[in-house]
């Protein structure tokens, strides 16, 4: 059912759909109140309930999260949704908040945005997994498929199914490098090359918000400025021990060129990093309330005047999951939760992520410290986005038109194309792949329901002709419960884990698929397994499609895989590609071998055991297609 917009009474300027952006913009900040103002300059998290009602104060498992008092109390009108939902329970949702913000003073309508939500990881911090939505691998898959087409595709029906619940901000892309391997974002970049991730950037933006920001668009909030990447020792800083970012290969510049690119490319808003630089002529301050680098590097140097909204959680203490985690004010933590929203301000950012206090701020303009005209200079942008996106006059959307525009057919097959398109073959050995016939399987990580469409399945891989073991890339368990949800630290599997693993590969000719999300450390697996794939996101039936050669894998390495921890741990976080003999090349894939006549390596003859030697061999094909 359509849901009319309520018509408010008044005929204010600012109402008028006729008048110019510019006026309505002005109109508006001159009726609003200090404390009106004030909520206007926050982003914080929101949940819903599954059926798409609201979440109010003492609701349980809430979050102590209340609807009401944030709308009509606090004057709050940017939310972040959380959880994955049923997409006509969100548009249902959304007009409530809608009808909920059209019941206030002014009738200032409400701005929704998500983290990423279009692919397989669920990171309450950072992403969710698609639900509903359509399918796509990971960013880092996008980019290994070096395709600009799909990622304007992906972007565009990012688009297009956002749009269709309500949602007007997409916190993301995100185009950090990955030059540090064990880094725990690395999933959601583009990899380890500037200019590639400079040329899929252009392309995103232009995906998400069309030729320039408009009533169809969805609002790109690119991050983490200025790169997120050179972390050290690959920790994140969402947390204390992850706080500092370095320069020791001097490539600090090279981390701004997407940044540059998406810019140049129309991007309306900017999300600075948490990091706190290190040893550089940056003040070391968190980068979302550090003056050199958003005032001085953003603002003035780049010449960017979008929208600058810090990370989450910059000001206040929060609790996550039950634990109490510090304000993210790195190298200013002993500052008082007022000073950090005036250093925020003053570093020329408009809006504090994750945050709910705008009582900081009537605070500050009571006592002197901020200028309210310093409240509508960051108004002047927040607002003048709302009016450009239509929201003022047309806020509602349509929850039957949402159940049937999200997941739609050709959305979620252009997402299984690019799943199995995105797959990297790493090695190959004796073409084993693509498999023919129907041989007898043993298979783990994987749906045996899927698995035994291809084949005959068995419990043992004694009695196999063939293996396919799907592995996630290694990491050490955090130590806090959100903690465990960013993947760090080692990237070489343990001992008893790995033995278990070679085992297996020593019984059958195995097939394994590695999920890489970081760089993972795999050279007794690459030299033993009969094939290596990398997947950055794919359903078993997109590897199993690719296994017996019903789809072709174009996938080419993101950023390279080192061959030891000692190579990671001597290389330097700010250079992409830097480890020593890599067991692969950034760009390292190889095309399924085929000959005429010979589809596939039939199943069910012996193996020839000289798997090492066809891993190099392979190694040396990809060089000689490199150098072509």
Known sequence: MKHAPKVRSEGHPYQNPELPVEQRVEDLISRMTCAEKAGQLFHTMLAMKPDGSTVEKGDQGAMEMDTTYLLQGQYMTHFNLLGTHEPAAMARWQNTLQEMAADTRLGIPVTLSTDPRHAFTDNVGASF??????AWPEPLGLAALRDPKVVHQFADTVRREYLAVGIRVALHPQIDLATEPRWSRQSGTFGSDAALTSQLVRVYVHGLQGDRLGRHSVSAMVKHFPGGGPQRDGEDPHFPHGKEQIYPGGMRDLHLEPFKAAIAAGCAQMMPSYGQPVGTDWEEAGFGLNRDVIQGVLRDRLGFDGIVCTDWGLITDQKVFGET???????????????KAARVLDAGCDQFGGEACPELI?????????????????????LREKFVLGLFDAPYVDADQAAETVGRADFTAAGARAQRRSLTL??????????????VLYVENMEKGTAGEYGRLVEEPTEADLAILRLRTPYEPGASKFESFFHSGRLDFPEEQLKRILDLLDTVPTIVCVNLERAAVLPEIAERAAALVADYGASDAALLDVVFGRAKPEGRLPFELPRSMKAVEASKPDVPDDTVNPLFPCGAGLPVRTTPGRPGRPLGTPM?????????????????IQQA
Request: net charge negative.
């Open 129 to 134: 997994n698609a639900g509903a939505f359509s």
């Open 325 to 339: 985690h510090p304000a993210r004010a790195w190298g200013l933590e002993t500052l008082p939760a007022v000073d």
């Open 362 to 382: 009537l605070e500050l303009v009571q006592s002197g410290r901020v200028p309210e005209y310093r409240l509508d200079a960051s108004l002047r942008r927040v």
């Open 426 to 439: 790493l090695t190959n050995g004796r073409e084993i792949l693509p498999v023919t016939g129907e041989p």
């Open 608 to 624: 020839d055991a000289a798997v090492g030697d066809d891993a190099a061999a392979d190694a040396r094909a990809y060089l000689r």
